[in-house]
């Protein structure tokens, strides 16, 4: 397998996570983040380098916030255009609790598959 | 796609519009406005690195253009597929002319054909008062500011009524302003603007809404009067009928003269239906209405998706300028 397939196959994984790990992200946040905050932290949790390519998480922010799931203000910046902020809502919440019980489901189910002949 | 990896953030903003050729131009603003806030904030975080240092390693952390060009389309085609609701289309020519009453996107139209007259208005005063001061104010001191000003006041409402349409017809809108990130000077800046044909389309369109609004208005509102009229005329008459109201004494319908109710008697039924016709073609126009001034509007309000040629033509001037 090539660099370019193992992309392919990271990028057709990553196509719901996206959604689920930003809900999780501003879930646990005290403040409002913003999109280049959002990948920094990210990118940090996995030693610099995010799964996601950052660009990718700003149009997934821009649509859970038109499904209500986050609100967001915009904030003026020194260094470029206005920064928009996000914060989860209630209905976000909600939907958090949801996605993260199908992903805990979907794990295990992949899971038995993968882990068993490591086990055996 | 074969390229050479962008240099700097004009570069990349460049390159991620030509990927991004063909899509909504409401959706390519909005995707120039994350990279740029993305690239900006990173070349900022890192002052020790030059700008071409930083874009470097973008590919590989914010994403190369044809890659976040991609995310862009394939976010937008799921989120207008999860946000639609699904209608059921009715094959029978009968049922599709009636069924623009479960359809919310005709009431919607036919409150921002109402609502046009009263934006109508302020745009038309904000554009004709604005251009006015700032041409008379142009020989004084204040007269930049003031036009500084005005410039900004038009993008915010030019912005605010993208988002009142898309709310209204359902059209994508941008949902983002327009952002001059070039480093210009003062007066560059300003030349920029009175160049911009958009300025320009822009306040055509402020001063436009005026008679366009007025227009709609007077379709909404006749329309709607004289098509429930027609129909309350039926209900009148039973009503009058059965003796539950009259006119201050004058006899509505009087069964006292048979002829009335001889040359009438088909007649207030045929005129409800007439309403009932008119109302729903009213329906009919108000949707499609909706859907061209959406059309225009967005011809108006926001910017070509062809990039400036100038710009182009001269990237290192654009480098220097930083």
């Given at each position: 397998?090539?660099?370019?397939?193992?992309?392919k196959f990271?990028?057709?994984?990553?196509?719901?996570?996206?959604?689920?790990?930003?809900?999780?992200?501003?879930?646990?946040?005290d403040e409002?983040?913003?999109?280049?905050?959002?990948?920094?932290?990210l990118a940090?949790?996995?030693d610099?380098?995010?799964?996601?390519?950052?660009?990718?998480?700003?149009?997934?922010l821009?649509?859970?916030s038109?499904?209500n799931?986050?609100?967001?203000?915009?904030?003026?910046?020194?260094?470029g255009?206005p920064?928009?902020?996000?914060?989860?809502?209630?209905q976000?919440r909600?939907?958090?609790?949801?996605w993260?019980?199908?992903?805990?489901?979907?794990r295990?189910?992949?899971?038995?598959?993968?882990?068993?002949?490591i086990?055996? | 796609m074969?390229?050479?990896?962008p240099r700097?953030?004009?570069?990349?903003?460049r390159?991620?519009?030509?990927?991004?050729?063909?899509?909504?131009?409401?959706?390519?603003?909005d995707?120039?406005?994350?990279?740029e806030?993305?690239?900006?904030a990173?070349?900022?975080?890192?002052?020790?690195k030059?700008?071409?240092?930083?874009?470097?390693?973008?590919?590989?952390?914010?994403?190369?253009?044809?890659?976040?060009?991609s995310?862009?389309?394939?976010?937008?085609?799921?989120?207008?597929?999860?946000?639609?609701t699904?209608?059921?289309?009715?094959?029978?020519p009968?049922?599709?002319?009636f069924?623009?009453?479960?359809?919310?996107?005709?009431?919607?139209?036919?409150?921002?054909?109402?609502?046009?007259?009263a934006?109508?208005i302020?745009?038309?005063?904000?554009?004709?008062?604005?251009?006015?001061?700032?041409?008379?104010l142009?020989?004084?001191?204040?007269?930049v500011?003031?036009?500084?000003?005005?410039?900004?006041?038009?993008?915010?409402?030019?912005?605010?009524e993208?988002?009142?349409?898309?709310?209204?017809?359902?059209?994508?809108?941008p949902?983002?302003?327009v952002?001059?990130?070039?480093?210009l000077?003062?007066?560059?800046?300003?030349?920029?603007?009175?160049?911009?044909p958009?300025t320009?389309?822009t306040?055509?369109y402020?001063?436009?809404?005026?008679?366009?609004?007025?227009?709609?208005f007077?379709?909404?509102?006749?329309?709607?009067?004289?098509?429930?009229?027609?129909i309350?005329?039926?209900?009148a008459?039973?009503?009058?009928q059965?003796?539950?109201?009259?006119m201050?004494?004058?006899?509505v319908?009087?069964?006292a003269?048979?002829?009335?109710?001889?040359?009438t008697?088909?007649?207030?039924?045929?005129?409800?239906?007439?309403g009932v016709?008119?109302?729903?073609?009213?329906?009919?126009?108000?949707?499609?209405i909706?859907?061209?001034?959406?059309?225009?509007?967005?011809?108006m309000?926001?910017?070509?998706?062809?990039s400036?040629?100038?710009?182009?033509?001269?990237?290192k001037?654009?480098l220097?300028?930083h």
């Amino acid at each position: 397998m090539d660099d370019s397939d193992e992309r392919k196959f990271q990028k057709e994984l990553n196509g719901g996570l996206v959604g689920l790990v930003l809900l999780a992200v501003l879930a646990e946040s005290d403040e409002d983040l913003y999109g280049y905050e959002i990948a920094k932290r990210l990118a940090s949790a996995n030693d610099g380098t995010s799964i996601f390519k950052e660009g990718t998480i700003y149009p997934v922010l821009r649509a859970l916030s038109a499904g209500n799931l986050l609100t967001s203000r915009i904030v003026p910046s020194y260094s470029g255009p206005p920064r928009r902020y996000y914060r989860i809502t209630e209905q976000g919440r909600g939907v958090l609790a949801e996605w993260k019980l199908i992903w805990q489901g979907t794990r295990n189910f992949v899971d038995r598959f993968t882990e068993q002949k490591i086990q055996e | 796609m074969n390229r050479s990896a962008p240099r700097s953030i004009d570069q990349y903003l460049r390159q991620l519009r030509e990927e991004l050729a063909g899509a909504d131009s409401a959706l390519i603003q909005d995707a120039l406005y994350d990279a740029e806030e993305y690239l900006r904030a990173e070349v900022a975080a890192h002052p020790d690195k030059s700008e071409s240092d930083v874009l470097e390693l973008i590919a590989s952390t914010y994403g190369a253009p044809d890659e976040v060009a991609s995310a862009y389309r394939d976010t937008e085609v799921k989120v207008k597929a999860a946000m639609a609701t699904p209608r059921k289309e009715s094959k029978s020519p009968l049922g599709r002319f009636f069924g623009v009453f479960l359809d919310p996107r005709a009431y919607t139209s036919l409150f921002f054909m109402l609502l046009a007259l009263a934006t109508g208005i302020i745009y038309f005063v904000l554009a004709v008062t604005g251009l006015s001061l700032s041409a008379g104010l142009s020989v004084l001191i204040i007269g930049v500011p003031f036009f500084l000003m005005f410039m900004a006041v038009c993008r915010v409402v030019s912005l605010a009524e993208g988002r009142l349409i898309e709310a209204m017809t359902g059209v994508r809108m941008p949902r983002r302003p327009v952002y001059q990130g070039k480093a210009l000077g003062f007066w560059a800046r300003i030349g920029e603007m009175l160049k911009d044909p958009r300025t320009w389309t822009t306040i055509a369109y402020f001063i436009l809404m005026l008679p366009i609004g007025i227009l709609y208005f007077v379709i909404a509102v006749t329309g709607l009067s004289v098509s429930l009229s027609l129909i309350a005329l039926p209900i009148a008459g039973v009503l009058a009928q059965a003796g539950w109201f009259g006119m201050g004494g004058v006899e509505v319908f009087s069964t006292a003269q048979p002829e009335w109710a001889f040359h009438t008697g088909f007649g207030i039924p045929l005129l409800g239906l007439a309403g009932v016709l008119l109302l729903t073609a009213l329906m009919h126009l108000a949707r499609g209405i909706g859907r061209l001034h959406a059309m225009f509007a967005k011809s108006m309000l926001v910017a070509r998706t062809a990039s400036n040629p100038a710009e182009a033509a001269e990237p290192k001037a654009a480098l220097a300028a930083h």
